[in-house]
């Protein structure tokens, strides 16, 4: 899945992620779940054009399993 716009995302919140132990954790449905490092878009080259953070995730095995996040963009806060 590749992250297309911010309409395909989830548009975080300050307090919904967070670096902890130099990784960048999201929350996602009350669960902190760590970013995969090949999930990490540079904000920077234009992939975030809203300047918030932003994370792209799915569900492999319906919500019964752990989120596979696609994309992650820390916004201007970075």
Same mark, same amino acid.
């Given at each position: #899945? %590749? *992250? *297309?716009?911010?309409?395909d995302?989830?548009?975080?919140?300050?307090?919904?992620w967070?670096?902890?132990?130099?990784?960048?954790?999201?929350?996602?449905?009350?669960?902190?779940?760590?970013?995969?490092?090949?999930?990490?878009? @540079? %904000?920077?080259?234009?992939?975030?054009?809203?300047?918030?953070?932003?994370?792209?995730?799915?569900?492999? @095995?319906?919500?019964?399993?752990?989120?596979?996040? @696609? *994309?992650?963009?820390?916004?201007? #806060?970075?």
């Amino acid at each position: #899945m %590749p *992250c *297309c716009s911010e309409a395909d995302g989830v548009v975080l919140n300050e307090e919904e992620w967070r670096t902890y132990n130099g990784v960048y954790q999201v929350l996602i449905e009350n669960r902190w779940w760590d970013v995969p490092r090949g999930a990490i878009v @540079d %904000p920077g080259n234009g992939a975030n054009p809203i300047g918030k953070p932003i994370v792209w995730y799915r569900h492999l @095995d319906g919500y019964e399993g752990a989120p596979t996040i @696609d *994309c992650f963009a820390s916004g201007t #806060m970075g």
